[in-house]
């Protein structure tokens, strides 16, 4: 990059002379620096590309050995949230040593419909939406269209209280 910069400086200061050419000084320095630009960083990849290909990477036995021992050593700590939800289906324990409002805050966040009769305390029906929903947890309310009337009962719009856009 040092050389890309004495290059350009090199061509500013020639690039003057173009002028008498009929031409623009600064659209043929905006095009000749764009092209050594491109060039530097074709040779760049080039000489990256070269090292990598002639890299050579050498593990003793004693060294991989000791990783081994190490990655067996490793354990999960806490489980994978991608595949909690296969965990949860796989072992029939969905909602199982949960607080209802909790199950029921899951239900709603994964899509499900929460029922009156297995909405917690606290929930009410939602006119606009038609489903249970928590006033005091937006994460329970689901899509709500704009022009809804806001589940958390402040009598708005959705799009005047909570899905406002600042």
Not at 68 to 73: G, H, K, L, M, V
Not at 80 to 100: I, Q, V
Request: aromatic share 4%.
């Amino acid at each position: 990059w040092k050389e890309h910069l004495l290059a350009l400086d090199h061509l500013r200061q020639g690039i003057g002379l173009r002028a008498y050419g009929q031409k623009d000084p600064l659209n043929e320095y905006k095009r000749e620096a764009f092209n050594m630009f491109d060039e530097m960083l074709h040779r760049l990849r080039e000489t990256v590309t070269g090292v990598m290909c002639h890299l050579e990477i050498s593990i003793d036995a004693d060294e991989l050995a000791a990783l081994e021992r190490q990655s067996q050593e490793m354990r999960e700590s806490h489980p994978d949230p991608a595949r909690a939800e296969e965990a949860m289906l796989a072992t029939g324990a969905e909602g199982a040593g949960m607080h209802p409002a909790v199950a029921a805050s899951q239900t709603a966040r994964a899509g499900g419909a929460v029922d009156a009769d297995t909405a917690p305390p606290g929930w009410v029906k939602s006119e606009s939406l038609g489903r249970m929903v928590d006033p005091r947890d937006p994460g329970t309310w689901g899509k709500v269209p704009r022009n809804a009337v806001c589940p958390c009962g402040s009598g708005k719009k959705y799009k005047h209280c909570h899905g406002a856009v600042n």
